[in-house]
Nanobody, 119 residues
Framework: QVQLVESGGGLVQAGGSLRLSCAGS????????MAWLRQAPGKGREFVAS????????RYEDSVKGRFTISRDNAKNAVYLQMHSLKPEDTAVYYC????????????WGQGTQVTVSS
């Protein structure tokens, strides 16, 4: 069992930066692929970025490549999303999620943190 709690969301102007954090609890945190997903108003949840259990492999949705960076610190049971050059279309609730390698569904989710980018 893994519990996830996001923080770091807020209101920022276009072109600004934010850093999201996700604190995990549970001794199996290091076993999980961690990801950030987001859901904008009136839209479905979409993948943003993921990082392998050891932190060596990362993946990004095309629209955030070069602007967002995912990282993790397994010693602290934490995963981060550094976001630069934010755009109004990045406005969404951002969720931290965990899944096991080899599985496509996410087993555990945080409650989400709101990111609002003003133009």
């Amino acid at each position: 069992q893994v519990q996830l709690v996001e923080s770091g969301g807020g209101l920022v102007q276009a072109g600004g930066s934010l850093r999201l954090s996700c604190a995990g609890s549970g001794r199996a945190f290091n076993d999980y692929i961690m990801a950030w997903l987001r859901q904008a108003p009136g839209k479905g949840r979409e993948f943003v970025a993921s990082i392998s259990s050891a932190g060596s492999i990362t993946r990004y949705e095309d629209s955030v490549k070069g602007r967002f960076t995912i990282s993790r610190d397994n010693a602290k049971n934490a995963v981060y999303l550094q976001m630069h050059s934010l755009k109004p279309e990045d406005t969404a609730v951002y969720y931290c999620a965990a899944r096991r390698s080899g599985f496509s569904t996410y087993d555990f989710w945080g409650q989400g943190t709101q990111v609002t980018v003003s133009s």
